[in-house]
């Protein structure tokens, strides 16, 4: 599982697994207060709070070109969960519609849709890219934890970036949400 909900998205958006080491994120003079960018390395950059970590070792990706990689972060207090996740598809030609790309993440990640409702679907641009914005929550209400999800799905070059975003349901704080989202940029 790689984008699912719950306490598997803890385990996952936190790099909390027994995959290896993770490598702390570098300062950039653009964040805001207690944010890092994020990214240069593996073609995007994005800004997450914290000590974000890096983790490129995981369960392999049917389709995709190599394991994909992975940046995760969670907010001081725990309210927030952030994920930015690369998919290397190589010379594979990618959707850029939002059905598509939802096809697409289902394709590499089948459980993001497990025991998930799809609230809503939409096309958006992310960091200048067509992409599609997908928002999540966890079928059961009384599940608790950060079970609503927002996922930006953008291809480019070859490559899927999906961020995503999670909190509490009815609790996601706009400003944290768009300070993630909008920071967004690829480098192809």
């Not at 984008?3 to 995959?19: E, S």
């Not at 994120?25 to 593996?42: H, M, N, R, Y």
């Not at 993630?180 to 192809?188: L, T």
Request: no cysteine.
């Amino acid at each position: 599982m790689l984008l699912g909900g719950g306490a598997a998205a803890v385990y996952f958006l936190t790099g909390k697994n027994k995959d290896g080491p993770t490598t702390p994120a570098g300062t950039s003079v653009g964040a805001p207060q207690g944010w890092k960018e994020i990214g240069a390395a593996d073609g995007f950059r994005v800004q997450m709070p914290g000590a974000p970590v890096r983790n490129e070792k995981g369960e392999a990706v049917k389709g995709t070109v190599r394991s994909p990689v992975r940046w995760a972060s969670i907010t001081g207090d725990g309210t927030h969960e952030f994920t930015a996740v690369v998919f290397d598809f190589g010379q594979r030609a990618l959707p850029t519609d939002a059905a598509g790309l939802r096809r697409l993440l289902n394709e590499v990640d089948p459980s993001v849709f497990f025991f998930q409702k799809v609230l809503a679907e939409r096309e958006v641009s992310v960091g200048g890219l067509p992409g599609a914005e997908l928002e999540i929550a966890h079928e059961d209400a009384k599940w608790g934890g950060n079970d609503y999800m927002v996922l930006r799905l953008a291809p480019s070059g070859g490559k899927l970036y999906v961020l995503v975003l999670s909190a509490a349901r009815g609790k996601m704080d706009e400003k944290i949400k768009g300070t993630f989202f909008d920071s967004f940029r690829a480098a192809n």
